[in-house]
């Protein structure tokens, strides 16, 4: 049934199809290798940086385009701030950089901007840039782009825990009623489906403390594509090889 297939011709690798039926509905990005990207240019960590925006403005359009109904883009680690001061404040100028340019762009695009994190422990600058993109984009219906940002899957279940007890304790939760529902709703991740599809870039095999509970039955794609390099049809590989596995959950297929 042609009408149900998305050609796409790429240079490298030829035709590569994906069936518009089976696009992930939540796609999940490490956005790594900003720095050996700069690096191998000899310029700052930084120029990295300013380039991997790029690609997210140009991903954010794919998947919109392509009906992904959630992308998720681990931005800013809870880890991160252990980098140089230098480079930490200028990625926490990033958002304002990015939404002053691109958010008219997401708002015609019907885009939901949102966030998982630590907001509250974001420079004032930072929150009021998200918050505002947040509030701007809060009636659309499209594509919710959620960015991870001052995230750590720890201190997310360690929240969780401690949010879990206090209900206990209230009387509002029973012991028999913590069931693995329960905890996904006490998540930052609790209004959204768990992510289909997990794309790390820049050859790391690791997960650098990203959802730990949520991608329990995600497929990983890894590539060592740098994140300035990643384009939409880097994407749709990733997609095209996410349609060739047999989810099975624990089941026979
Ligand atoms: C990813 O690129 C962006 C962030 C983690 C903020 P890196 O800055 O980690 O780039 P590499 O891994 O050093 O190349
Ligand atoms: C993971 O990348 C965090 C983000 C992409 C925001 P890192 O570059 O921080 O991860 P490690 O240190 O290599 O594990
Ligand atoms: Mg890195």
């Given amino acids: 049934m042609a009408h149900k297939q998305w050609f796409w011709q790429t240079k490298n690798t030829g035709d ?24 191998k240019r000899a310029l700052p960590r ?44 200028f990625l926490m100028k990033l958002p304002e950089e990015f939404l002053s340019t691109f958010l008219p762009e997401l708002i015609e695009e019907n885009v939901r901007v949102e966030m998982i994190g630590d907001i509250e422990q974001l420079p ?52 028999q009623e913590i069931t693995d529902a329960t905890i996904s709703r006490y998540l930052m991740t609790s209004h959204l489906p768990e992510p289909d599809l997990l794309i790390r870039t820049s050859g790391e095999h690791r997960l650098s403390n990203f959802m730990l509970w949520q991608l329990a039955y995600t497929e990983f794609f890894f590539t060592d594509v740098l994140w300035p390099d990643f384009s939409e049809k880097h994407l749709i590989e990733a997609i095209a090889s996410y349609q060739k596995r047999s989810r099975r959950f624990g089941g026979l297929s």
């Fill in 16 to 39: 590569v199809t994906i069936s518009k039926e089976g696009i992930p509905v939540h796609i999940a990005i490490i956005m790594d290798g900003n720095g050996r990207w700069a690096k």
């Fill in 46 to 89: 930084i120029a990295g940086h300013n380039e991997g925006m790029k690609t997210v403005r140009e991903i954010t359009r794919s998947a919109s385009q392509l009906g992904v109904k959630v992308l998720t883009l681990y931005a800013f680690s809870t880890e991160n701030w252990k980098r140089p001061k230098l480079e930490v404040d």
């Fill in 124 to 175: 004032k600058h930072t929150q009021r840039a998200v918050q505002n993109a947040m509030e701007q984009t809060a009636d659309n219906d499209g594509l919710i782009l959620n960015f991870a940002l001052n995230y750590g899957s720890r201190t997310e279940l360690v929240q969780a825990i401690r949010a879990v007890v206090k209900d206990v304790k209230d009387g509002a939760l029973s012991e």
